[in-house]
């Protein structure tokens, strides 16, 4: 409050407290101190922690890992970073932990022994990622550029007063600024039909049904030990969540004396449930093809080359649709990486040579462009697989587009192919851990991990159609990408690959189905493919609420929306109008409003910024978080929205002595 009374008036509001909003402070502090300017006032407010934010909160378990390794986290931009304010100063993660370990204290009592354990490659917990952004916004609230109050609270609405903004949680607080920046990250989304009915019927028959969401909010000692249980996604929250269920509740993993390919054995405590899992493709995310020392193994296209890129890149604008003319390039590349793989273990697999096969393939890929209207399911390269199994005369070592999407190619299987199918699986896993170099499947992988993100740059950029961006790389394209090239790390798929060996993880199959049995007041799941049918009286999400803006349940975003202050960002072209997953805001780049919210008719706030995944429509790249030594969107979104903020403030300064002199 002011000495008046009135609601005092800061610089700018950030809402949402994750390491977007420490980067922000971070940029404000650097900007201001290099500018000899007088500090800038913050109000940082998060719903669950301010500094590590939701997905990184610090209350959560130890058995909750990092998607990416230690040496890929930092909050402070290099020379890498395309922006025009100062580098940043101060610790990456991996220098953070050398810090505390070598100090050997903390406030937080167990963050030294975790941080002892770390190294460049590993995949730290997310609680010590949070106590890293944690350490390192009062590290920056303490240099002098920035005066920094971190508020745990809601925010429900965003009000106008003039030329400022007020900010309104839900206790009744408010708070007036220059700026408001939206930095929410991952906003969750409303329950759809099908989780409004799986909650009713756990109510009705006194069932257990754990929504989908973040894992860290959930109530997983709730799950009964001993008992099926029913897990819908397999996904990377599944790989945590199996975890917290054994690991998590006493149950270890052993080597396996003498397998060559790193085999763990699982001892039960016995309090574990016995899990019964199911997808749409009905197996588990690849392993990231790391070698486990921050190190990893490259891929040079031959057939998506770049310069194939660059020469659609210059295509006109929305006239390339992904499924028909890039989709079939990259499918053959990706099997040219099975081929070349293939071929390096066992020479002379390749009928003809790799030459003659990288041809072979560039041909199919043609063909399949050329005959987009045989598909029978989207994405379905059929001369592309047909070239890949001409090519390898072994069966057992031939390699499908289809299986990617469809393990058994669509067709029914018996309950013993499945499980051969399954056994095929968990071998071709550890064949990939323990030879990420050489693997088949993992150099599938690493091709998907380079070309992923130029095909994505190209939807950035405006060269596909509308259509086809939202009907393709929003429908499938990405997350076939997530499902070869995010995987968990190495140490938690030989965990659950031990727990399918040991019958506590169990795969129901593809296109399996989740109804409510009313005669016997339970959850049913049934594979269509498989012919598996599993009851049981839990249920749980093992898949997050993904944050799709159109069906969002952050209280600011809806309300912004449905008054008509914000608009879900739209492509369109000659076929049509196409609403994408974001929220719409100015691109970075602009001159004139960059970063502004845009409302239902298209006019920008310049005093209401959006970072990150709310608008990653307009923000490519924005998602993925910063890393040394790698260009970063975020921390380049950060900067400008910085640059803005004290731009702001400086206006509305001069404005005032302006107004002052007039009098």
């Known amino acids: 409050m002011a000495p008046d009374g009135s609601i005092e008036i800061v610089d700018v509001v950030i809402v949402g407290g994750g390491p977007r909003a420490v980067a922000t402070v971070e940029r404000l502090d650097a900007r201001a101190r290099a500018a000899g300017v007088a500090p800038v006032s913050v109000v940082v407010i998060d719903a669950v922690e301010v500094g590590a934010g939701a997905t990184w909160r610090t209350d959560q378990t130890a058995q909750f890992l990092n998607n990416t390794t230690s040496d890929a986290t930092t909050i402070y931009p290099d020379a890498s970073t ?25 406030e937080v009592s167990w963050a030294v022994e975790e941080a002892r354990g770390i190294t460049p490659g590993a995949f730290p917990t997310r609680r010590l990622q949070g106590v890293y952004y944690n350490d390192q916004l009062a590290r920056v609230a303490g240099r002098g550029g920035t005066r920094v109050t971190p508020v745990l609270g809601s925010v429900i609405e965003l009000e106008r007063d003039d030329d400022l903004r007020i900010v309104v949680l839900a206790d009744g607080r408010r708070f007036r600024a220059r700026t408001v920046v939206l930095a929410q990250g991952m906003v969750q989304a409303l329950a759809p039909a099908s989780v409004r009915m799986f909650s009713a019927a756990a ?17 997983w000692h709730l799950v009964p030990a001993g008992e099926p249980v029913i897990a819908q996604g397999l996904g990377a929250n599944f790989f945590d969540v199996v975890a917290e269920l054994t690991a998590g509740r006493g149950g270890h993993f052993e080597p396996v004396a003498d397998d060559p390919q790193g085999r763990l054995r699982y001892v039960p405590s016995g309090a574990e449930p016995i899990v019964h899992a199911a997808s749409r493709r009905g197996v588990p995310y690849r392993s990231k093809g790391d070698l ?9 296209p031959s057939i998506a080359t770049p310069e194939w890129f660059d020469e659609v890149q210059s295509a006109a604008s929305h006239s390339v649709d992904f499924a028909d003319e890039i989709w079939p390039t990259i499918a053959a590349e990706l099997g040219f990486a099975w081929l070349q793989a293939i071929e390096a273990r066992h020479p002379g697999a390749v009928r003809g040579g790799l030459d003659s096969a990288r041809e072979a393939l560039a041909r ?21 697989d047909a070239a890949l199994a001409a090519l390898v005369a072994d069966p057992g070592l031939r390699f499908r587009i289809e299986e990617l999407r469809r393990p058994t190619l669509g067709r029914a299987v018996a309950s013993g192919a499945w499980d051969a199918l399954v056994s095929k699986l968990v071998d071709d896993e550890l ?6 170099a050489g693997s088949p499947r993992q150099a599938v992988n690493r091709a998907m991990g380079t070309l992923g993100g130029r095909a994505s740059r190209l939807a950035a950029q405006g060269v596909l159609t509308a259509e086809s961006q939202v009907r393709d790389v929003q429908g499938w394209f990405n997350a076939d990408g997530l499902f070869l090239a995010s995987g968990p790390p190495a140490s938690r798929v030989r965990e659950v690959l031990a727990l399918i060996e040991a019958g506590v993880v169990r795969l129901i199959g593809p296109d399996t189905w989740i109804t409510v049995d009313e005669l016997t007041g339970a959850f049913r799941a049934r594979s269509t493919i498989t012919g598996r049918d599993v009851s049981a009286r839990a249920l749980i999400e093992t898949r ?23 608009r879900i960002h739209t492509l369109q072209d000659a076929s049509g109008t196409f609403e994408t997953e974001s929220v ?7 001159a004139e409003h960059p970063l502004s919210l845009v409302d239902a008719v298209g006019r920008p706030d310049p005093r209401v910024l959006v970072l990150g995944i709310p608008a990653s429509s307009t923000q490519p790249g924005s998602a993925i978080g910063a890393a040394p030594g790698v ?13 803005v903020i004290l731009g702001r403030r400086a206006e509305d300064h001069a404005g005032r002595v302006l107004a002052e002199f007039a009098r």
């Open 82 to 106: 395309p922006m025009d304010g100062p580098l940043g100063d101060g610790p990456t993660f991996v220098e953070w932990v050398e810090q505390v370990s070598a100090r050997g204290a903390h």
């Open 203 to 219: 109510e009705d028959h006194g069932l257990l049904y754990i929504e989908p969401g973040m894992p860290a909010e959930k109530p």
């Open 292 to 300: 486990g020392d921050g190190s990893a193994v490259g891929y040079t």
């Open 364 to 384: 199919a890929a043609a063909d399949d462009a050329a005959s987009a209207g045989d598909r029978t399911w989207a994405g379905a390269v059929p001369r592309t």
């Open 431 to 436: 064949d990939s851990l323990s030879d990420p």
């Open 544 to 566: 997050m609420s993904k944050g799709k803006v159109p069906n969002t349940s952050d209280p600011l975003l809806r309300a912004l929306i449905d008054r008509g202050d914000a």
């Open 584 to 590: 719409e805001a100015v691109p970075r780049q602009d």
């Open 631 to 643: 260009p970063s969107p975020l921390l380049a979104g950060a900067d400008r929205a910085a640059a």
